[in-house]
Antibody, heavy 123, light 107 residues
Framework: QVQLQQSGPGLVKPSQTLSLTCAIS??????????WNWIRQSPSRGLEWLGR?????????DYAVSVKSRIIINPDTSKNQFSLQLNSVTPEDTAVYYC?????????????WGQGALVTVSS | DIQMTQSPSSLSASVGDRVTITCRAS??????LNWYQQKPGKAPKLLIY???SLQSGVPSRFSGSGSGTDFTLTISSLHPEDFATYYC?????????FGQGTRLEIK
């Protein structure tokens, strides 16, 4: 059974960096048949996929156009986890953030999700 | 990005009713269409993948159909636990997008 456990601060100041981590159990971040995603949800933007990282002989990343200039998703093979960094945040980045496993692209079905974490951007 | 438009945005129905939710893509997405159910305070749960394949453990009253740009999720006979918000999702593009959701409420 795959489990994803999210961690990170719930409050971030404007212009600073939002950082979250998703620890994986029951699978490997280096799996050749999975991808590791970050998604957020807010009343104004609904469910918004932010990006993913996956390993296919080398590491790949895909990022949503809306955040491409500000986002980094990194795998950490030593801890079997992956992280989200979102730079230069504004109050519009306030949302519940989820990590999720998906099948290999392009099927990319999201079959396991983290518990979600509310991140508020405020001074 | 591929835009996903669901209708209706909200729906009131009674236990035992048959309901259908529609999802339209702004371009053809072949069969790369999934459906999720979300309850308040919880992460979305995968119901149907690849248009019509039922995720393990999902009751058979849920079904999906469609192709190209037009897709439907049908619940054949509503149970009390089915009142939730439903989202479609396309994975045809590397830039994954979701519909805006359909809130299913008890009449």
């Amino acid at each position: 059974q795959v489990q994803l456990q999210q961690s990170g601060p719930g409050l971030v100041k404007p212009s600073q960096t939002l950082s979250l981590t998703c620890a994986i159990s029951g699978d490997s971040v280096s799996s050749n048949s999975a991808a590791w995603n970050w998604i957020r949800q807010s009343p104004s933007r609904g469910l918004e996929w932010l990006g993913r990282t996956y390993y296919r002989s080398k590491w790949y990343n895909d990022y949503a156009v809306s955040v491409k200039s500000r986002i980094i998703i990194n795998p950490d093979t030593s801890k079997n986890q992956f992280s989200l960094q979102l730079n230069s945040v504004t109050p519009e980045d306030t949302a519940v953030y989820y990590c999720a496993r998906s099948l290999a692209p392009p099927r990319a079905t999201f079959d396991y999700w983290g518990q979600g974490a509310l991140v508020t951007v405020s001074s | 990005d591929i835009q996903m438009t669901q209708s209706p945005s909200s729906l009131s129905a009674s236990v035992g009713d048959r309901v259908t939710i529609t999802c339209r893509a702004s371009q053809s997405i072949s069969s790369y269409l999934n459906w999720y159910q979300q309850k308040p305070g919880k992460a979305p749960k995968l119901l149907i993948y690849a248009v019509s394949s039922l995720q393990s453990g999902v009751p058979s009253r849920f079904s999906g159909s469609g192709s190209g740009t037009d897709f439907t999720l049908t619940i054949s006979s509503l149970h009390p636990e089915d009142f939730a918000t439903y989202y479609c999702q396309q994975t045809y593009s590397a830039f994954i997008t979701f519909g805006q959701g359909t809130r299913l409420e008890i009449k």
